[in-house]
């Protein structure tokens, strides 16, 4: 519980007690479970995890109602290390330089680039499939 910028009580823990069946909401759990994530890594990152709450409620603001597949674990990871190694590639880091700060083998770091150059093109130019 914390108090926001007009002295409103903000109370996380309201979340804890929806359920599907009470509220008949779909997927209210999923949203205590995103509160409960948010809030932990704003703490673990050293933020204010009071505002986990404002969050959840903007990113149901953005994408609720949508489908959006969401990678699990490793491959989000690669492709988050993979903008990073083409970031600092674009920035005139040496592949050398590159495989000691991501702690990876020269043929991660080509591949991270030919993967990240191929997206890059994509953007800019259309496909020309007949």
Known sequence: MSDDLFGDVRDDSLLDHLS???ENVRFPSIL???NSILSRELARLGGDSSHSLELVIAI???IGGMQI???RGQRL???VRDMQIWRDYCNKASID???TR???TYKTVYKAIRRMRRLEMSK???SLNI
């Open 20 to 22: 599907d069946e009470t």
């Open 32 to 34: 205590a479970e995103l």
């Open 60 to 62: 149901t603001r953005h």
């Open 69 to 71: 597949y969401v990678p």
């Open 77 to 79: 990871e690669f492709l």
């Open 97 to 99: 330089t590159l495989v």
């Open 102 to 104: 991501y702690h990876v």
């Open 124 to 126: 800019r130019q259309y």
